[in-house]
T-cell receptor, first 115, second 116 residues
Framework: DVKVTQSSRYLVKRTGEKVFLECVQD?????MFWYRQDPGLGLRLIYF???????EKGDIPEGYSVSREKKERFSLILESASTNQTSMYLC??????????????FGPGTRLLVL | AQKVTQAQTEISVVEKEDVTLDCVYE???????LFWYKQPPSGELVFLIR??????QNEISGRYSWNFQKSTSSFNFTITASQVVDSAVYFC?????????????FGTGTRLKVLA
């Protein structure tokens, strides 16, 4: 079974803090993704990565950066957290081989509250 | 442009009722993939099904069934004899062949509440 884990289930941070969200997958997947989920908006892609040190902007990258130093780990960084970044953050991974038909497997999510 | 619409924001049913969750998509590609995911209160999205654009056969898995109709660009999901454990948010997603092939387009989700 694919396992995607996220470092925290709940986080509370202050405005202006630097926030790190970590994601680890154990199935040797090339692709990794960060989404945020907000009521009424569904899931929106922030960044994705198809290889170590490679990254691509998603639909809402502003205010975020990412790091992928190892294949199994993909980090989302909020350089200076703001209240509008309060959200549920979901990490996912998938194989690259099948392209668009590959299933994405999700972690349990991190609920971030920025005060 | 690609888009997925789940017009039903929230549905409430009584246990043992059948319920259908609608998903309508837009794409210009002839090759694409459709997915359904379940998000229980625990938060993790659980994969339910994938369907490619060339396979319009309906699929049944236990109490779950999916109706894919290219003519109406719909990929609807039916739960038969619903149970309280089916209470969750359900997402439909679209993946296209082409640049950025790893991206999913998600609908906004339908919250299903099954009442005992």
């Amino acid at each position: 079974d694919v396992k995607v884990t996220q470092s925290s289930r709940y986080l509370v941070k202050r405005t202006g803090e630097k926030v790190f969200l970590e994601c680890v997958q154990d199935m040797d997947h090339e692709n990794m993704f960060w989404y945020r989920q907000d009521p009424g908006l569904g899931l929106r892609l922030i960044y994705f990565s198809y290889d170590v040190k490679m990254k691509e902007k998603g639909d809402i990258p502003e205010g975020y950066s990412v790091s992928r130093e190892k294949k199994e780990r993909f980090s989302l960084i909020l350089e200076s957290a703001s209240t509008n970044q309060t959200s549920m953050y979901l990490c996912a991974s998938s194989l690259i081989a099948g392209g668009p038909r590959e299933t994405q497997y999700f972690g349990p999510g991190t609920r971030l509250l920025v005060l | 442009a690609q888009k997925v619409t789940q017009a039903q924001t929230e549905i409430s049913v009584v246990e043992k009722e059948d319920v259908t969750l609608d998903c309508v998509y837009e794409t210009r590609d002839t090759t694409y993939y459709l997915f359904w995911y379940k998000q229980p209160p625990s938060g993790e999205l659980v994969f339910l099904i994938r369907r490619n654009s060339f396979d319009e056969q309906n699929e049944i898995s236990g109490r779950y069934s999916w109706n894919f109709q290219k003519s109406t660009s719909s990929f609807n999901f039916t739960i038969t004899a619903s149970q309280v454990v089916d209470s969750a948010v359900y997402f439909c997603a679209l993946s296209e062949a082409g640049p950025g092939t790893y991206k999913y387009i998600f609908g906004t989700g339908t919250r299903l509440k099954v009442l005992a």
